[in-house]
């Protein structure tokens, strides 16, 4: 009865570790989402493993709900700047005028995004809402 009772104790307690580490800010060193969050609640959508090719995938380690990932991860605390013209196919290819020195005046991608493959690109930068 005793053992049961200190068993009990010990499941209270990492119940209850667990539920204030929970509860606290993103530690520094815990990756921020290079995206908002609004809209994108199902993490998983994009970072399950091979769903998509272009997008980094949650280490297997990670076993939580979907939607928990910003208990610890963060969204950025600027928003990602919006794209001023279409993302219709013609504007498809963003590295033809996104570039250094581009002729066009495009800015070109921070070194942060050396990597990326273009095709991800919208997944963050959004069109710019057309005035009404």
Same mark, same amino acid.
């Given at each position: 009865?005793?053992?049961?009772?200190?068993?009990?104790?010990?499941?209270?307690?990492?119940?209850?570790?667990?539920?204030?580490?929970?509860?606290?800010?993103?530690?520094?060193?815990?990756?921020?989402?290079?995206?908002?969050?609004?809209?994108?609640? %199902? +993490?998983?959508? #994009? !970072?399950?493993? @091979?769903?998509?090719?272009?997008?980094?995938?949650? &280490? $297997? /380690? =990670?076993?939580?709900?979907?939607?928990?990932?910003?208990?610890?991860?963060?969204?950025?605390?600027?928003?990602?700047?919006?794209?001023?013209?279409?993302?219709?196919?013609?504007?498809? %290819? +963003?590295?033809? #005028? !996104?570039?250094? @020195?581009?002729?066009?005046?495009?800015?070109?991608? &921070? $070194? /942060? =995004?050396?990597?990326?493959?273009?095709?991800?690109?919208?997944?963050?930068?959004?069109?710019?809402?057309?005035?009404?």
């Amino acid at each position: 009865m005793k053992l049961l009772r200190v068993g009990f104790a010990v499941a209270m307690l990492t119940l209850a570790g667990v539920a204030a580490r929970a509860q606290q800010p993103a530690q520094s060193g815990r990756p921020r989402m290079p995206h908002q969050l609004a809209g994108m609640e %199902q +993490c998983a959508a #994009c !970072h399950a493993a @091979n769903a998509n090719p272009n997008v980094r995938s949650m &280490p $297997a /380690s =990670h076993r939580y709900p979907p939607t928990s990932c910003a208990t610890c991860h963060r969204p950025r605390a600027n928003p990602v700047p919006t794209v001023p013209h279409a993302t219709t196919e013609s504007f498809a %290819q +963003c590295r033809t #005028c !996104h570039v250094t @020195n581009s002729p066009a005046g495009a800015a070109a991608p &921070p $070194a /942060s =995004h050396a990597e990326w493959n273009q095709a991800i690109c919208v997944l963050c930068h959004q069109q710019a809402p057309r005035p009404s």
